[in-house]
């Protein structure tokens, strides 16, 4: 009820064209040329806001389809996908629904999986991602996070049993850091491109995670990195030439400079909100975007 008319935070009709606008603007600068060929999103209240993202702001001349499930997160706050048929062809799609077996009453987001074949080749599966907050404290919440780590691993063991050369992407809002428990030992997503083995994941965000200057989100003055994208080994180290593989320089938190704002209480930059608190301000986003580079025969693809 915060986001009507009526509510807290006086959504509108404009304010609301006026953020499907920043984000098509956020999409465009990403991609250069072009935008993403995949794109995930976090807190979506319905199908219809990645609907009208695609058809009523430039993007509708790329012909994006849109991937969501509705979820019973007690919020009503879900994960959906956008993408580009001539570059990613969907085959199917799953939602993963998370039943904590210690709190039947609590939910959350479901976790989306999406097939899809990149450029008419080779197979990729995306998994998108908004794990449990952090309400409540980190220690008291953990548990949650580890659990729908847990779901996500056993749907990627799953598949590597059906597919040893897997080739997956695990991206999204994890409230978690690359080295707690829920996405070292319960994902087994590594931090070093040297310790990951076949059937291990590794998580590009653990190297920018140890940038003070620069993360996906700011807290209390602090950079961090909450938002992830993980790999799986096969997509990692594809030895092809002419298959499909993660660009070698790895995943990048896209921060230009008309995505910050002066931080006044603790110097330095942060993300420029669409809100702070109540007060509508008129920015992007509390977090930054982050993407990484598919390669396939010199063609550069980017999952965001």
């Known amino acids: 009820d915060d986001f009507t008319k009526e509510g807290i935070k006086r959504w509108s009709f404009y304010r609301y064209q006026q953020k499907l606008n920043n984000i098509y603007k956020v999409l465009m600068a990403v991609g250069g040329w072009e935008p993403p060929a995949v794109v995930g999103f976090c807190e979506l209240e319905h199908r219809k806001v990645l609907e009208d993202l695609i058809s009523k702001t430039p993007l509708r001349k790329f012909g994006y389809e849109v991937v969501y499930e509705e979820s019973p997160d007690r919020r009503g706050i879900d994960v959906g996908m956008i993408y580009r048929p001539s570059k990613f062809k969907c085959l199917s799609h799953e939602a993963i629904r998370v039943d904590f077996p210690f709190d039947a009453y609590l939910k959350t987001r479901d976790v989306l999986h999406v097939q899809g074949q990149v450029l008419g080749r080779d197979t990729l599966s995306v998994f998108v991602n908004h794990w449990p907050s952090r309400w409540g404290g980190q220690a008291k919440s953990e548990p949650k996070r580890v659990y729908v780590a847990s779901l996500v691993r056993q749907r990627i063991d799953e598949l590597?049993?059906?597919?040893?050369?897997?080739?997956?992407?695990?991206?999204?809002?994890?409230?978690?850091?690359?080295?707690?428990?829920?996405?070292?030992?319960?994902?087994?997503?590594?931090?070093?491109?040297?310790?990951?083995?076949?059937?291990?994941?590794?998580?590009?965000?653990?190297?920018?995670?140890?940038?003070?200057?620069?993360?996906?989100?700011?807290?209390?003055?602090?950079?961090?990195?909450?938002?992830?994208?993980?790999?799986?080994?096969?997509?990692?180290?594809?030895?092809?030439?002419?298959?499909?593989?993660?660009a070698a320089d790895g995943a990048h938190i896209f921060a230009a400079r008309f995505l910050l704002e002066e931080?006044?209480?603790?110097?330095?930059?942060?993300?420029?909100?669409?809100?702070?608190?109540?007060?509508?301000?008129?920015?992007?986003?509390?977090?930054?975007?982050?993407?990484?580079?598919?390669?396939?025969?010199?063609?550069?693809?980017?999952?965001e």
């Open 160 to 246: 590597y049993q059906q597919q040893p050369s897997l080739k997956a992407i695990v991206m999204g809002d994890m409230n978690d850091h690359a080295d707690n428990k829920s996405l070292v030992e319960t994902l087994r997503a590594r931090g070093e491109h040297a310790e990951v083995q076949p059937g291990d994941l590794y998580n590009y965000m653990h190297a920018l995670g140890k940038n003070w200057q620069l993360g996906s989100h700011k807290y209390q003055g602090h950079w961090g990195t909450l938002d992830h994208i993980i790999v799986t080994e096969p997509l990692l180290n594809e030895p092809r030439p002419n298959a499909l593989k993660a």
């Open 263 to 303: 931080d006044t209480r603790h110097l330095g930059l942060q993300p420029y909100r669409t809100y702070a608190g109540p007060r509508f301000i008129g920015g992007f986003s509390d977090h930054l975007p982050i993407y990484v580079d598919l390669l396939y025969n010199e063609i550069r693809q980017r999952i």
